[in-house]
């Protein structure tokens, strides 16, 4: 069931309904309800694994509470990881190591015949996997402590508006909110109404849209025309952050109108201007959590320049590898990590040439850094959306060696279908503010979303699946 679609209009209708006239418990236990037909409609057979997710989290959560002893705890702990991590591997990594294993053996004469699993990728299963985690591992830190409400918690885990594509929330935020009695206010009623709108709009008019050039450059075997590569480069950027960010502003709407807040997964990241910036805007609630849970624990900076080096390579690769089985993500991942680190190197030497704050020469030198990033970015996204490392190498080469003239849709149509988007988030930058828009004279903001209400109605495509769904 697609936020971009008729059915869930309907389905959310009747939730909606339903929510403002029972009471919290109540309200609770429609909600969870709710979360497993929502999630079942896509395949009923995977809520069983956020059952079993639900259930072992749950208990161990308990047990790690209750355990008198350290050993106890990390032992209930480990349980926790170890179970959601199998279900991860098995459902999303196993083929994928399995067949690159058989390929090394193969290198040394050594036969391998793996069984590979036939099975459907389950929606959602890195965020919701990834989100149950943090609540046991948190309980184990001393920073929350379990709840008893096995109901209640299932709700937590399943939550429908961010169950399938984030964001990744923490149970100390999320949980708490659940747990007690919510407040659906005029206000919150109506940026939640903004919130969808706007989400809509990056979905169906900008990145559904842009797909239609970046499917067709990324479908062809080449060889490859630069001028076509380098458009499609840009419209993918533009896609994946609408379809992305557009699907966490319908989260964080649907929630926010039923009194829950669900935290800011983008702000603003092609504003950037290093890639440290850039992972703090962007898919903030997956960064956030490697640097919690694993590039923290790994020493982070604590240990010197190398050790430093090391962990966020290590943070990275498997950021990358989180997104999806293939070698072009871990690759995706190391330039990453090669970034943060070539950045880490580079700013004491920076530092030194600081330019006078707010002079004109360091704010012209700002925007020189942000597009100068924008590329770099850009250059990722290559690795990222393609087929393979040869399209990666081909795709590359063809910017430099074969730049000529496009046939069909280019440049122009991306820009007519960026430019109300690159305005408002300027805007955004400019008043440090994710809702400016909303802040608007009603007669400005009912006027340019006439606008963008025009445009998704007759330039707008429906139906399409969201990207981070793969994932």
Known sequence: MLFNSFQFAVFFAIVYAL????????????????????????????????????????????KIQSSGTRKKKQLFLALSVFVNLAILSVFKYFNFFASNLQLLLANFNLSLEPRFFQIILPIGISFYT?????????????????????????????????????PIERARHLLP?????????????????????????QKIFVADNLARIVDRVFAS?????????????????????CDFAGYSNIARGLAKCMGIEIMVNFNLPYFAHNPREFWQRWHISLSSWLRD??????????????????????TMLLGGLWHGAAWTFIIWGAYHGGLLIAHRL??????????????MAKKMFGWIRII???????????????????????????????FGPIAGIGIKFVFLHVVILVVIQFIQYRKKNLMALYRWPIPLLAGVQALMFYLMVWGG?????FIYFQF
């Not at 709700?155 to 399938?164: E, K, T, W």
């Not at 909110?177 to 709009?201: A, D």
């Not at 590569?229 to 952050?241: N, P, S």
């Not at 495509?461 to 699946?465: A, D, E, L």
Request: aromatic content about 20%; proline content about 5%; glycine content about 8%.
């Open 293 to 314: 849970y694993l590039y923290i624990p790994l020493g982070g900076n604590r240990k010197g320049a190398p050790a430093t080096y090391r962990n966020l390579a290590v």
């Open 461 to 465: 495509r429906t139906g399409h699946v």
């Open 130 to 166: 990834f989100q149950t985690m943090s609540y046991t591992i948190d309980i184990y830190r001393g920073e929350m402590q379990p709840t008893r409400k096995l109901l209640d918690f299932a709700l937590f885990v399943a939550f429908f508006p961010q169950l399938v594509a984030g």
């Open 177 to 201: 909110q659940i747990l007690r009695k919510r407040q659906v206010t005029q206000e919150k009623f109506y940026q939640g109404c903004f919130l969808i709108f706007w989400g809509l709009f």
């Open 221 to 241: 075997p080449g060889p490859y025309n630069g001028a076509a590569v380098l458009v499609a480069l840009y419209a993918f950027a533009f896609q994946i952050f």
């Open 346 to 359: 580079i700013s004491p030497w920076q530092k030194k040439f600081e330019l006078p704050p707010g002079s």
């Open 19 to 62: 929510y403002l006239i029972l009471n919290h418990r109540w309200q609770n236990r429609m909600l969870l309800v709710a979360s497993y037909v929502f999630y079942g409609f896509w395949d009923w057979r995977f809520i069983s694994l956020i059952l079993i997710s639900t259930m072992v989290d749950y208990y161990c959560g308990l």
């Open 372 to 402: 100068c990033f924008f590329h770099l970015t850009c250059i990722g996204w290559l690795i990222f959306r393609a087929q393979s490392i040869s399209q990666v190498a081909q795709m590359l080469a063809s910017i430099f060696l074969n």
